[in-house]
């Protein structure tokens, strides 16, 4: 199993920065992919950015150039840089974690508990 907890959130003003944290516990070594997702009032869970296990990013469109996904793999954490915060970006900000496919992994997938993350104008 692997536990992952969201930090890291919290109002800031348009134009402004955050830095979301992810910090993953228990069997980390089955950890594959990661990525953030987040989901406004009323709206479905969106995916924001991914990265593999060995680095390569995928983002949505709307945080291109503003968002930047990392991982420390040594901290067993994952990182989501946010500049340039708009209103739209005002969401519940989750973590989410994928396992590699052999023995006890499994293929499982793991969620954190979320962040909020409000942006006012």
């Known amino acids: 199993q692997v536990q992952l907890v969201e930090s890291g959130g919290g109002l800031v003003q348009a134009g402004a920065s955050l830095r979301l944290s992810c910090a993953a516990s228990?069997?980390?070594?089955?950890?594959?992919?990661m990525g953030w997702y987040r989901q406004a009032p009323g709206k479905e869970r969106e995916l924001v950015a991914t990265i593999t296990s060995g680095g390569s990013t995928n983002y949505a469109d709307s945080v291109k150039g503003r968002f930047t996904i990392s991982r420390d793999n040594a901290k067993n954490t994952l990182y989501l840089q946010m500049n340039s915060l708009n209103s739209e970006d005002t969401a519940a900000y989750y973590c989410?974690?994928?396992?590699?496919?052999?023995?006890?992994?499994?293929?499982?997938?793991?969620w954190g508990q979320g962040t909020q993350v409000t942006v006012s104008s």
């Open positions: 989410k974690a994928g396992s590699f496919t052999w023995g006890r992994c499994a293929g499982k997938t793991y």
């Open positions: 228990g069997d980390t070594v089955c950890i594959s992919s």
